[in-house]
Each structure stands twice: as structure tokens, then as C-alpha cells.
């Protein structure tokens, strides 16, 4: 944990419910193990949909379908989001939840590998949330980068490793070496960026916020 355990206790206990469906799909994730975002990560992404009003979100790991869902409540009417899953067994779930929630017709669910998919996206989109496999952040971001339009936001989760990303590697469990090194060079590249504006925000497991710059 990147914050105080007292202070986001507290703070999770201010929230308020997200609705029936999004509540049981959050109890169904936190009894299978099925990663979801965490509370903080809930408020401040309905928050920057709401202040940006988004027209075209582009999601990277739908898992069950709950962020997505999120986002939809609180994106306006005609917005739409397409959200890109690998993870078979989850897929299906990840469609029931969506159907169920009466947006199976704002929410385009495409089953793949984003290294993939993400060539193959003909449309421009101003807003980005990225919370899949930690290691091909960097891969994704040059993709993602000429599918953004200039003002367009990119927000990724879970970039502080519960703390680690601060360690040396030699701190580091070895198996775990080679993701810690590579969001690190990650962070880096966002922060150098000239086409991007980032701030790194220490709400959940730690987050980013990048802004596209038009450098014409």
C-alpha cells in the first residue's frame, strides 16, 4: 500500500454504492480473485469522465466488464467505448455484465491481444484508460499515442507497484525484476515525452494522467 492504511480506509468509507449490479459484480471479483480497479481509482475515473466528457473512450482490459461500466454511467449519452479483453474465460462474464447493464450498445467489447487490436483501431479517440498487463505498458503506449487525438487523456493503473518501483532492483524478487524495470523505463518515457504532459498521481496502486500535446 502506497497510502496511509487509516486514510483510505476512511476515505473508502465515505463512497457511496455504485448501484446494484456494480456492487454484485464487485463482490463476485473480490470472491474469484478477478482484478478490479480499487475504490480510489473508481472516484477519480468517474470524476475525469465527468469533467472531460468524453466522446470516444478507448479501454485497454475490460477483465468483467466493471470499469467499463463505470465509465458508462458517467459519460454522456452519445459517448461510446471500446474496450479490448484477452483473457477468455472472462470474456464472456465481462459480456453478461455489460448486457445487463444496458450498454451493450455504447460499449464495444473486442476479444484479443491489444498488441493486435490496437493497429487495427481506425477510430480516434479522447479518452484512455489503460489497466492490463503492467509489462507491455510501454508497447502499448506507441499505439495508443496516434489513436489519441491533441487534448485527448491517457490514464493507466497500478504503476507504483504497491511501493517496489521506488527499490532498486536488487530489492526486488527476481521474478518480478524485469516488470519492475520495465515500468520504470515506462514512468521515464511518460515524464520525457514532448507529445505528452503526465502527472503521476499516489491514489490506489498509483496512477498516471498524460495529456496529448499538439506539437503539430
Known amino acids: 500500500m502506497i497510502v496511509n492504511e487509516r486514510i483510505v480506509t476512511y476515505l473508502h468509507s465515505l463512497e457511496k454504492s455504485n448501484g446494484e449490479l456494480c456492487d454484485e459484480i464487485e463482490r463476485f471479483a473480490h470472491e474469484t480473485d478477478v482484478p478490479i480497479i480499487r475504490k480510489e481509482m473508481e472516484s477519480f475515473l468517474k470524476v475525469m469522465i465527468t469533467m472531460k466528457a468524453p466522446a470516444n473512450i478507448l479501454e485497454i482490459g475490460t477483465a468483467i466488464g466493471y470499469s467499463a461500466i463505470l465509465m458508462a454511467k458517467a459519460m454522456p449519452e452519445a459517448s461510446r467505448i471500446t474496450t479490448i479483453e484477452n483473457y477468455e474465460k472472462r470474456i464472456p462474464i465481462a459480456r453478461n455484465n455489460i448486457e445487463k447493464a444496458g450498454f451493450s450498445d455504447r460499449i464495444t467489447l473486442i476479444e484479443g491481444d491489444a498488441l493486435k487490436v490496437l493497429p487495427e483501431l481506425a477510430e480516434i479517440y479522447d479518452f484512455v484508460f489503460m489497466d492490463a498487463a503492467k509489462g507491455q505498458y ?19 493503473d497500478n504503476v507504483l507497484q504497491e511501493g517496489d518501483i521506488v527499490k532498486s532492483r536488487y530489492g526486488i524478487e527476481r521474478r518480478n525484476r524485469t516488470i519492475h524495470g520495465r515500468m520504470r523505463d515506462y514512468l521515464y518515457e511518460l515524464k520525457n515525452r514532448d507529445d505528452l504532459e503526465t502527472t503521476i498521481v499516489p491514489i490506489g496502486d498509483g496512477i498516471t494522467v498524460s495529456v496529448r500535446k499538439d506539437i503539430g
Do not use: D, H, T, W
Open 138 to 156: 510501454m508497447n502499448y503506449l506507441e499505439m495508443i499515442i496516434k489513436k489519441v487525438a491533441p487534448g485527448g487523456v491517457i490514464i493507466c
